[in-house]
């Protein structure tokens, strides 16, 4: 569910459900708000861990604005003047004020939740007291229930089945009332309340069909049938689930052999830790992530599987294993399924507030992302998509290469620091699309923030008139041509935006183009010097083109030269540059 933004300023509102607890069972799209958020909200007990955030530690990424939600009370008295209700109703109102001023600051605020948000989840209760103030977006996540069905191997319900879900903390015989007439249920909320769910299955004579599922789906998962489970041990986040009578697993193979989750029946049946299946329980593969990948690298390195072939096989037969890139792609970004196209992003030069909402949409529908690795780096990882990094002088076949994915059918984004029109990856890809093998495969450009916007932008308006735009980097022409180029600029008044000014190899170009400057240019005129603008080590500092020094500057600044009509004021102890729009008399 979706409310849209009703006016600008506030944030949006996230309830991002997270699965049952595998890091590879979040969506794509609740991995996509993640990292993408502002502030992450998520609930834990007072000994300050938390589930939800380790579930989600990979997506999260640094300089994001942490919210704890600590609960005042869980299983153990109170003594709040209104019981242990009003304990909590005090608690989700805090924690609603407490979101709500990031929202007011127009923050976007993602909160965590296991499972589902609005499936027996503690979100509802922020949600119910922010949605109608805010644009709000509820993200559904795997449940446990689903979960515990899925390691088990066994159906829920089928055809004309009904499935009742119950919480433990119902009165026992309420319990029992209700799975007697339930053709297939599941039971949430366990722990302290084992022994009473225990009792109501036996009195609704059902207890011999249930089985026991503790943390499905992670690294800690139990399986064993509920009547052999010692009551001490059983956490809260475990299920008991009574499948589907007509999914009950018939005889095959020789007489007297069984299979599925009833082949025990009759046997001692251990429980099971982790994903290894043991003698009468589902022969099921739970995934461990632990076993096989990182998730924080999931999206960098996680082969994509081919439709119709099974998971982890490829076309051939072959295993696709995670961390080994794999041939030409299938299905949606994949080979010989539909046609692939290329789309070359523009990040803006930092941050991600100078990322545009087309940028955004584009980098989350791809399926493979190429660029110079420090770019790619700039996108928060998807667990979907494969990345391709390369060095930042090899632009030719960084656009092959991205070219050849998309004829293979993917959708491939391929990120460009700025602008990618400006001094970036855009002409290299269609200089090299333009190649008959590659006539057929779309490409489009998406325009991004330009560092010359962004460093104007930060010391006032310095780019308020006529304005060129040059590179001193001689790596593809001369520097006789660059020297022309700057002389014409001088000459015709025009202010200078300075790409490429230096590198640890070429420094002599930024005092050989300030004397030619100077030719034309008075000695006081201003000069803006941009580093890392919109990055972490952020600077901009205004000096004059007389005392422009070469050792100050390096390849991650951006320089501007004013005309000889752009002024350099102090307003409120604050420095401005800007060009005047009138034209000089």
Known sequence: MRREREGPGSGWLRGVGLGPGDPELVTVKAARLIGEADVIAYHSARHGRSIARTVAASYLREGQIEEPLIYPVTTETTDHPGGYQGAID???????RRLAAHLDAGRDVVVLCEGDPLFYGSYMHIHKRLAHRYPAEVVPGVTSVSAASAVLGRPLVEREE???????????????????VADSAA???????????????????????????????????RIARF????????????VAVVPS?????????????????DAGQGEDVAIVSGAAPVSGVAPVSAHTPSQNTDPGRAGAQAAVPVPGAGDGVDAGGGEVRPGHETGPLTA????????????????????RYWLTPEAQDALASADELVGYGPYL????????????ASDNRVEAERAAHALELALAGARVAVVSSGDPGVFAMASALLEVASEERFAQVPVRVLPGVTAAQAVAAR?????????????????????DVIAARVSAAARADLVLAIYNPASRARRWQVEAARDLLLEHRAPDTPVVIGRDVGGPSESVRVTTLDKLDAAEIDMRCLLLIGSSTTRHTTRNGHSTVYTPRRYPA
Do not use: M
Not at 162 to 180: F, K, N
Not at 192 to 201: H, I, K, S
Not at 377 to 388: F, I, M, T
């Open 90 to 96: 005090e608690f989700y109102e805090s924690c609603a």
């Open 332 to 351: 949606a970004g994949g080979a010989g399924l539909g046609r692939g196209e290329v789309v070359v992003v523009g990040l803006g030069p930092g941050g």
């Open 377 to 388: 780096d700039r996108v928060p990882p998807n667990p979907r998509q494969r990345r391709h």
């Open 459 to 479: 010391a006032g308006a310095p780019l308020g008139h006529d304005y060129c735009v040059i590179s001193l980097s001689d790596r593809l022409k001369s520097w």
């Open 227 to 238: 009547a052999d489970v010692d009551p001490s041990e059983v956490p809260y986040f475990s």
């Open 162 to 180: 009904t499935l009742t879900v119950l919480p433990g903390t119902l009165a026992p015989e309420t319990l029992a009332a209700r799975l007697a």
């Open 245 to 261: 009578r007509a999914g009950t697993p018939r005889r095959v193979g020789a007489p007297g052999t069984r299979q599925g989750a």
């Open 187 to 221: 039971v949430l909320k366990l722990g302290r309340t084992f022994p009473a769910v225990r009792d109501a299955l036996e009195s609704a004579g059902r207890l011999d069909e249930a089985w026991y599922v503790e943390r499905a789906t992670t690294d800690r998962q």
